[in-house]
């Protein structure tokens, strides 16, 4: 089946577009970072921890990129080709006078702090903001708490907008979130 959007490449990374044959690979992520990733995740539906439930949602994210609402990128090392490391989401993507998507990201315990996630981020923001996608900005939610994913969005220059109050149920709680963007400054207008 055909992406709506390209595999990138950086100079570490691979950033391959979410598709079916990845449940695997997506399956043994979720399972090594369980631990690293529930006190930030909102609660999973109980099967998510099997292949099969990862594949149907990655024939889903292949369909949303399809229609052009949503993108997901999973992230390997180049060295490492079939082993993903991480994941970046532009989801809600939405057009008209907008222009706009909301952005997610996770990646592996192990490699925290190795500037993996910036070098992705990076790259996935220039093709959102390129002439590909051509959005007028990007959305992200962040627990006040997650100071090293605020400290990742304030070096990629987001800006904070605000703070909600109860956003969403995480961890068994509702969690604030600070919530940050950033504005393409090279939008050129809204295409008809």
Request: glycine fraction near 6%.
């Amino acid at each position: 089946m055909p992406t709506a959007h390209p595999t990138i490449s950086t100079p570490r990374l691979d950033l391959v577009p979410a598709q079916a044959h990845l449940a695997e690979r997506v399956f043994a992520f979720y399972q090594r970072n369980d631990l690293h990733l529930s006190p930030w995740d909102p609660p999973k539906p109980e099967n998510f921890g099997t292949a099969s439930f990862q594949r149907d949602r990655l024939v889903q994210a292949e369909a949303d990129a399809l229609a052009g609402t949503a993108m997901r990128w999973w992230m390997c090392l180049r060295q490492e080709p079939h082993v993903l490391v991480g994941s970046i989401g532009l989801t809600a993507i939405a057009r008209g006078p907008f222009q706009n998507a909301m952005l997610s990201y996770a990646i592996d315990g192990q490699l925290q702090g190795q500037g993996l996630m910036r070098e992705g981020l990076k790259a996935i923001i220039q093709y959102a903001f390129a002439s590909e996608m051509h959005l007028h900005r990007i959305q992200a939610n962040v627990r006040p708490e997650n100071l090293r994913s605020l400290r990742l969005l304030a070096k990629l220059e987001f800006e904070r907008e605000g703070f909600a109050l109860d956003y969403l149920f995480i961890n068994g709680a509702w969690r604030d979130h600070v919530m940050l963007a950033l504005r393409n400054r090279d939008f050129k207008g809204i295409p008809l």
